[in-house]
C-alpha cells in the first residue's frame, strides 16, 4: 500500500532557529575522492541519505572500507586503482551525481563492469559522460541509459573537450578521470559549480583554471596518489531552500538557518527570491577549506512581485527551481523563466511537474519545453482537493508539494504520496518541519 502525507491546514506562524543535514553534492564527492587515498579519511556530518549509501556501498564493492559511526564516518581507501573484480555490478539507485561521477573514477578499470540504478535512474540520459570518457579510451554497451556496460583502459590519454551544457556532473567526471590519465587533460567548461574544482585545489591536485565571463578553461594534471581529505561537510543549500521558501510564503514568522553551504556557484536562488522581494540575509560567513559557509535569516515577505528570470542564474538554482516557482505562484505578475531544458532530466521532468501542480492549485502557467511562464495570483484560495502522485519518487516534487500544502489557503485537502523519496536526499526533511509546527 502507498504510503502518503495528509495536511488540511495552513503552517503556524513561528520563530525558530534549525541546521540541515550535510550538503548531498559535497558528501558523494567525499566518499568518491576518499576511495582514491590509502589513507585514513574522516568525514562528519555526511549526509545519511540513500543517495550517499549508494555511493559508499558502490567504493566498498571496488575495495574500499568504510566504518560509519553516528557522528563520522571513516574510508580507508584502495589508491588510484581500484581493485579489479570479473562481472562487477554496481548500484547508483537514484543518484544521477553519483551514476555520472562514478563512470570517471572506472576509466582505468580494464575489466566489463555494469552499472545500474532505479526506475528514475533508469530513464535519464547518460550520453554527457559517455561521450568524453570514449575519448579518454573506455568503451560503452550500445545504449545511453541504465543499465550500463563499460570497459576502462589500463592507460587512459589525456583529453580536450567542450562541455556545453553548464553541466556540474559532466565536468566532474571528466576532472575524475584526469587524474587517472597520462598527461594534462583540458576541459572548456560552461558555468557550472564548482565542489570538485574547490576539492582538488584542498588536496592539491594539479589543476590550473582560467575564469571567462561564460565558461572556464580547466586543466587536470594525471597524479600517482591522493592525499586523505577529513571534512566537516556543511548544511546543504537545496534543502535549506523549501524552510526558506516556507518562511517566505507563512504568516508573521522568522527562521535562522545555521552553517549552510553558500558556495556562490550554488546560491542561485537567494538572488532570485530577493528579485522578487523576498527578505533573506547571509550571516557570520565563513571560509572552510574553500567553501564558504553562512547562517541563512530568513522572514515572511509581503508583496512578492513578479520575476523575468536572467537565465545567469539558471545553473546556480537548477535544483531549486520547483521551490521559486511556488514563489512566483504568490507573486504579483507574471514571472518568466527561460532555458530550463535540464529541469527535465532531473529524477522527473521537473519543469513539467511543476507546472503541473501550480495547475492543480489554480495557477495558470503557460510550458514550453525549456520555459514556463506562472501567472501569479497572491489572493489564491485552493477550492479543490489536490492529491500527487504517479512522480517517479522525486524527493524534490514531494517537498515542493508539502510546502504549498502549508503555505497557500485552501479549502479542501492534500494527498501528498511516497514521502519515502525523501531519503535520497533529506530524510530528516519532515523531522525538521515539525519543529517549527
Known sequence: MKKSLKINKLINSFNKTISVEGDKSLSI???????????????YNLLKSEDVFSALHCVKKLGAKVKMSKDKCIIIGVGL??????????????????????????INYDNRIKLTGD?????????????????????FSLKKTLPLTMKGINKPKSIDYIENKGSAQCKTSIMLAALKSEGVTKIKAKKSRDHTEILFKYLKIPLRIK?????????VRGVKNIKPLNYKIPGDISSCSFFIVLTILSEDSKLLIKNI????????????????????????KKNYKGEKTADIFVKSSKNLKAINCPTKYNS????????????????????????????????????????KILNYMGIRTKLTKNSIKIYGNPNLIIKNN????????????????????????????????DFESIKTSFPTFLKT?????
Do not use: C
Not at 570479473?86 to 548500484?91: C, F, G, K, M
Not at 575564469?211 to 586543466?219: E, L
Open 316 to 355: 546556480r538554482a537548477i535544483d531549486e527551481f520547483l521551490i521559486i516557482f511556488l514563489v512566483a505562484a504568490k507573486s504579483k505578475g507574471i514571472s518568466i523563466f527561460k532555458n530550463l531544458a535540464e529541469l527535465n532530466q532531473k529524477e522527473s521532468p521537473r519543469l513539467i511537474w511543476g507546472s
Open 119 to 139: 526506475k528514475s535512474l533508469s530513464k535519464r540520459d547518460f550520453s554527457r559522460v559517455i561521450k568524453p570518457l570514449k575519448k579518454f579510451g573506455a568503451s
Open 211 to 219: 575564469k571567462y565571463k561564460k565558461y572556464d578553461i580547466i586543466q
Open 261 to 284: 553551504n553558500i558556495n556562490p556557484s550554488r546560491i542561485g536562488i537567494i538572488d532570485i527570491l530577493k528579485k522578487m522581494g523576498a527578505s533573506i540575509k547571509i550571516l557570520n
Open 29 to 43: 564527492r567525499w566518499v568518491l575522492l576518499s576511495s582514491l587515498s590509502k589513507k585514513k579519511s574522516v568525514a
Open 386 to 417: 489536490i492529491q500527487i502522485k504517479n512522480f517517479l519518487k522525486d524527493h524534490r516534487v514531494f517537498m515542493m508539494s508539502v510546502i504549498a500544502a502549508l503555505t497557500f489557503k485552501t479549502k479542501g485537502n492534500w494527498d501528498i504520496y
Open 433 to 437: 518541519l515539525k519543529k517549527l509546527m
Open 81 to 106: 586503482n581500484y581493485k579489479q573484480k570479473e562481472n562487477l555490478i554496481l548500484n547508483a539507485g537514484n543518484s544521477g551525481t553519483l551514476g555520472r561521477l562514478i563512470l570517471g573514477l572506472l
